[in-house]
């Protein structure tokens, strides 16, 4: 039996950003699923269960660092690794993140989408 792809979900308001990293996930061969706001990507990882988590912080209607806590509290998703990409690139937010269950922080300003899609293969075994 072969697997499917692996499916990896998206929560990013910045349509520019979600898109870029849709195309490119998609062209690696992932199934991606982008929600807009706290709320519906915490909705979308429960129903999804995704392989993987990318995550921004400065979000509409749940902050990230909430979804973020809301995945690590429930069993049935906790175990989903969760990769903070976000403007925010103070080393508090940093250490926040990955105390909270991040697998990994990347800053917006300080990464690419090549180098982040080898660390989501990387995290995915790919």
Known sequence: MIDGPKIITIVEDDTIIANVL???????NYEVKVAKNGESGLKLVKEVVPNLVV?????????????????????????????????????????????????????KSDIDV???????NEILGK
């Open 22 to 28: 849709k195309n490119k996930l998609e062209k690696e």
């Open 55 to 107: 995550l921004d912080l400065i979000l509409p209607r749940m902050h990230g660092f909430e979804v973020l806590k809301a995945i690590k509290a429930d069993p049935t998703i906790s175990k989903i690794p969760v990769i903070i990409l976000t403007n925010l690139g103070q080393d508090e937010d940093r250490q926040k993140g990955l105390e909270l269950g991040a697998i990994d922080y990347c800053s």
């Open 114 to 120: 090549a180098t982040l899609i080898d660390k989501i």
